[in-house]
């Protein structure tokens, strides 16, 4: 299945791009598309979105606009998820 994918802030700068299609398994969940990403994009993906083995309290994940906490969400055709780091600044 399809699933659209939007990147913002740090994550934006770790993949260069800020949005993209993916190709997953039916019935993925957030988790598995994250540990997906996590090995494709390295360390830096990795490091700010699993520290400590597990999802940063930091990250905000939405999943058609709506705000999401739980990474066993499972997905379906279309979906949209969006990854998001705080941001700073003034």
């Given amino acids: 299945m399809k699933i659209h ?4 802030s ?4 770790i993949t260069e791009t800020d949005e993209e299609t993916l ?3 039916d019935n993925s969940t957030v988790g598995e598309v994250l540990e997906l990403l996590a090995d494709r994009f390295g360390s830096a993906f990795s490091d700010l979105i699993f520290p400590e ?3 940063a309290r930091s ?3 939405a999943a058609n606009d ?4 739980d990474t ?4 379906a055709h279309g ?3 969006s990854i998001l780091t705080p941001m700073s600044g003034g």
Avoid at 5 to 8: G, K, M, S, T, V
Avoid at 10 to 13: A, H, L, P, S
Avoid at 72 to 75: I, M, P, S, T
């Fill in 10 to 13: 740090q994550v934006r700068t």
């Fill in 59 to 61: 990250i905000l994940l």
């Fill in 5 to 8: 994918l939007e990147y913002f």
């Fill in 53 to 55: 083995g597990k999802l």
């Fill in 72 to 75: 066993y969400v499972k997905l």
């Fill in 23 to 25: 190709h997953v398994s």
């Fill in 79 to 81: 979906d949209r998820i």
């Fill in 66 to 69: 709506t705000a999401i906490t």
